[in-house]
């Protein structure tokens, strides 16, 4: 096995990877249910809870980008991730946070944009 081959998961792994709603981060399911999301856990609470993995995080994501200094990326800043940590981020994630997560939101006067790139200006 050649060392590029070492670093890209099998495909069932890959296919197990979940990308947050709120900020796009992939992780594995088991991580977000361990450790939560590390950019949103204040407002999602996944930690622990297997239901809130599955609704705040999605297997339907299109590309994804390493991002090492979000703090300097123009991609991070184009995708709106550069306050968030270092990671492994979907390009494009389809579907949409729940309605009490859109209300939390809402109630501290966030904005929510939908990273399915439809609210992009």
């Given amino acids: 096995m ?5 670093l890209i998961p099998p495909q069932p792994r890959a296919k197990a990877l979940r990308a947050c709603l709120l900020c796009s981060l992939i992780q594995t399911p088991a991580d977000f ?20 993995v599955q609704s705040c995080t999605t297997t339907h994501f299109d590309g994804v980008m390493a991002v090492v200094d979000p703090e300097t ?3 991070a800043r184009w995708q ?7 990671g492994m981020y979907a390009v494009r994630v389809k579907g949409r946070i729940p309605e009490d997560v859109e209300a939390e939101l809402e109630s501290r ?11 992009m200006d």
């Fill in 73 to 75: 990326s123009w991609v």
């Fill in 33 to 52: 249910r361990r450790n939560g999301c590390p950019n949103c856990e204040e407002i999602l609470q996944m930690r622990g809870a297997q239901d809130r």
């Fill in 109 to 119: 006067n966030i904005k929510y944009r939908p990273r399915d790139q439809s609210d």
């Fill in 80 to 86: 709106r991730i550069s306050k968030y940590v270092r």
């Fill in 2 to 6: 050649s060392q590029a081959q070492a």
